[in-house]
């Protein structure tokens, strides 16, 4: 399977299964067009393919340029073979939990209107994870990771500086866990900012590899949904911390991540604007909601927003060319080697490798989860685990997915996320498809600025 397309002036083409990327000219490109798949190499250029061509290119080009996809196709680097198929068919992946995102928070002192999460509630009420609980879910992944070493620990919310003593605490006691029992903890917090302060920070920089800072962009764009109880906005607060806590953390292991509404299709000038201010690592993503909401992405919105991509992305190759660029989540992609082949099947591992734990230690698949009682797989306190549930989630990949088999951006996105997938569709296995159009966009704009790169 091959994608073709055109970015930032040049002919692009993906051969899916190989991973490889070709610059075309345009011979090339238009060949491509005449010819069919599955492909099979000849002798010399089929009189077919000759005549498509023959108004446009002399024969001599048209001979030379079928030689070189020939020679591409001998190499496995164009129309190559699908090799994944039966490796998902036969697939015994036998998970380990190596990941929990603990709900410190179930409350919030923000109420932005597009949370999902009901303003922190989750849908069950107001409430803070205790050290107990906390220290339980550590003593869980423990005894389910075996034999991995590395642990991912995310702290999320609500707004988990509201309960920050029990992240310490929590912190504490999985490093002494750790030592004990072989495990080296790696910690993330997703904060508002609001009661950040100086020694937070320095909490922060000492014990938290990563760190999301909430911010959607301008100051008009942010504070018509991210208001405060009072109705008040955020960004005067948040921004000279989120700007402390970046340069003191130089610039790296930290996202300051938005939200894009219908509000603001023109959503390019909110990332821009959080370039300006000095953020060097930017995540900026389209909200997903239920299409009645005023601020819902809907279909008649996609092609604004893939034209707001191209303009973003011009823009991105303009400022690295110019020695300015900072990285923005979604245009980041390794055309070297890319993700194992399980995690380009798979994705984000959420119900088997990665599960959230609520205040109360249930667990669920993943923090979008929490709250759908259909979906509770256990409780850290008697260490069970819906096996159902959890095999349900581990049989899921891009080949349980009909509406993944011929999407060139399938072992890019995985299938895209399960949550969203069951919210629109109630069924993890069919896939949230706006998010498909908007990822479809966002891998020909990173494909093409690596591509750039590359030949700069």
Known sequence: MIHKFKQLGM???????????????DVMYDMLDCIFEPFTPESQCPEYVKQAMADKYSDDEIDECYAEICSLYRAGQLFSEDTY??????????????????????????????????????????????AETGKKAIDFVIANSASRRNIEIDYFGGEPTMNFEVVKEI?????????????????????????LNDDMMKYINENMS?????????????????????????????????QKLAESRNQDNYYVRGTFTAYNLDFAKDVLHLADLGFKQTSVEPVVAPYDEDYALKPEHVEKICAEYDKLCEEYVKRYDEGRGFNFFHFMVD???GP????????????????????????????????????KMGNVYDGTLNEDIRSEFERSNVYTKDKCKDCFAKFYCS??????????????????????????????????????KKMA
């Open 11 to 25: 002919n692009i083409v993906m051969d899916v299964y190989s991973g490889a990327v070709h610059i075309a000219d």
């Open 85 to 130: 198929e039966k490796f998902a068919k036969n697939w015994n992946k036998g998970s380990i939990v190596k990941a929990l995102c603990l709900h410190i928070a179930h409350d919030c002192n923000l109420r932005c209107k597009y949370c999902f999460a009901d303003t922190g509630e989750f849908h069950g009420g107001r409430s803070l994870m205790s």
């Open 171 to 195: 912190t504490d006691y999985a490093r002494e866990q750790g030592e004990k029992h072989g495990k080296n903890f790696r910690f993330t917090i997703t904060t508002n900012g609001i009661l």
């Open 210 to 242: 990563n760190v999301v800072l909430s911010i959607d962009g301008t100051k008009e764009t942010n504070d018509r949904v991210r208001r405060r109880v009072d109705g008040s906005g955020s960004y005067d607060v948040i921004v000279p911390k989120f």
């Open 335 to 337: 055309l070297d080697q």
């Open 340 to 375: 194992c082949a399980i995690k380009r099947l798979s994705g984000c591992g959420a119900g088997h490798e990665y599960l959230a734990v609520a205040p109360s230690g249930d667990i669920y698949p993943c923090h979008q989860f929490v709250g759908n009682e259909d979906y």
């Open 415 to 452: 299938g895209g996320c399960s949550a969203n997938a069951y919210n629109f569709n109630g069924d993890i296995n069919k896939p949230y498809e706006l998010g498909c159009e908007f990822q479809k966009k966002r891998l020909e704009c990173a494909i093409a600025i690596e591509a750039h």
